[in-house]
């Protein structure tokens, strides 16, 4: 009786039920990645329970083992309604949800079907609700957050936004357009999106004119001088402030500058520059899988990869003709302060952001802080500074060197 006892009182404090204890079960059981992990490195049996799957080498752990993993995963974001959620005239106020409920929503945990019902079986007697049921979970907050900034940039305040107009809706939660850049700034390095670009790293960039023109100079095919940009806004840089656009790849150039337009004859002339030195950018392609809630060493990053993962979306998404000179302004904004205020933890800058191309799927695209006076011809020692006296400011940094013989595409 004694035993029973201590058994009910253990399951009661663990929140979920032991199976027997000579239950083991592989990683090829489940389809949740950190799951498998864990199996794989605490593997000390042989053959699994669940699917027979024999091996010379230990493959399978206990089943409680990862029913105590799971339990964990699951009180990070999931609590006991009895714990916080109101009682109002013999209900939950807030939604509530059984065990097999939750793990429908969490989404596939188990490949092997008898062993999800063992899971959902292990946790037949709880009832659950998200954990912060007064609060917003954080990757919402900075979703919201992101929201209201482009409303504010967009249509409200385009220049003066660096305090707040007033009080939001949970505005110790959701960042104010006045805090969103540096939470922005926070989650690229919290989620390690700064690497290094390493020197020699090839970028073509392209060019449309008119057929009876011809370049084939980087001042030509470079960064567009500051006079000419007066007149052109793009996706991460303002009329008057020029950048360095680029493509890892040819087809991927000609797709985001080229748009067909019948009848009218152009051409589109593609160079390929080098980068002269190593520099360190935010690489917005490089964004992790989304973590397992059971994923103890990552499980903190759910929350800003899941607001990268909308953000990187909104920042690639196709723009409608006619739209540019607004719809272009908050990642203006954001490129702006990558460039003059971002900081790596290590308190280095950026030269630049590397982003999936909006018009050719596979591509990546590059923007670089680089000047039309910082692409060159490439020639012997033309990546080393140039230095003619000690005066710092006639100090001359070539960034980008052109290279080959620039293509030419001709269009009817």
């Not at 593997?43 to 669940?50: F, G, L, P, Q, T």
């Not at 209201?148 to 003066?160: N, P, T």
């Not at 797709?255 to 004859?265: F, I, L």
Request: charged share 30%; with cysteine.
């Amino acid at each position: 009786m004694g035993y029973w006892k201590d058994q009910l009182l253990k399951q009661q404090e663990q929140g979920w039920s032991s199976v027997d204890s000579g239950r083991v079960v592989c990683a090829k059981c489940f389809e949740d990645y950190a799951i498998q992990d864990f199996i794989r490195a605490s593997a000390s049996e042989r053959k699994c329970s669940y699917c027979g799957r024999r091996s010379k080498k230990p493959i399978a752990v206990p089943m409680n083992d990862v029913l105590e993993l799971i339990g964990e995963g699951l009180g990070c974001e999931y609590a006991d309604p009895a714990e916080q959620n109101p009682w109002d005239e013999g209900e939950y106020v807030f939604p509530t949800m059984d065990s097999r409920e939750l793990f429908d929503e969490i989404g596939p945990i188990a490949q092997n079907d008898d062993v999800h019902e063992e899971i959902v079986k292990a946790f037949s007697d709880r009832m659950w609700n998200e954990k912060d049921l007064f609060g917003l979970w954080e990757g919402d907050a900075l979703r919201y957050g992101w929201k209201y900034f482009v409303k504010a940039v967009k249509y409200q305040r385009r220049y003066v936004f660096l305090r707040p107009k007033k009080k939001g809706p949970s505005d110790s939660e959701v960042p104010t357009p006045d805090k969103m850049l540096d939470r922005i700034g926070q989650v690229i390095n919290e989620v390690e999106l700064v690497r290094t670009m390493d020197a020699g790293t090839r970028w073509f960039r392209a060019r449309v004119h008119s057929p009876a023109e011809k370049y084939t100079s980087a001042a030509d095919l470079g960064t567009v001088p500051r006079k000419a940009s007066r007149s052109s806004s793009n996706r991460m840089s303002p009329a008057g402030i020029p950048m360095f656009y680029g493509a890892e790849d040819e087809a991927t150039a000609i797709a985001e500058t080229y748009a067909p337009n019948s009848g009218v004859p152009a051409t589109v002339t593609v160079a390929k520059f080098l980068t002269a030195r190593d520099a360190y950018v935010v690489d917005l392609t490089a964004l992790p899988v989304f973590p397992s809630l059971f994923d103890d060493g990552r499980r903190h990053l759910r929350a800003p990869v899941s607001f990268l993962l909308s953000f990187v979306k909104d920042l690639a998404k196709p723009i409608k003709k006619g739209r540019a000179l607004i719809e272009y302004v908050p990642t203006q904004i954001v490129t702006e302060y990558l460039r003059h205020i971002f900081r790596t933890e290590a308190g280095h800058r950026v030269r630049g952001v590397i982003y999936q191309s909006a018009r050719n799927g596979g591509g990546k695209c590059c923007v670089l802080f680089v000047r039309n006076k910082q692409c060159c011809n490439a020639k012997p020692g033309w990546q080393q500074d140039e230095e003619t006296d000690r005066v710092l400011k006639k100090r001359k940094k070539y960034w980008l060197g052109l290279i080959g013989k620039p293509t030419r595409h001709d269009y009817p």
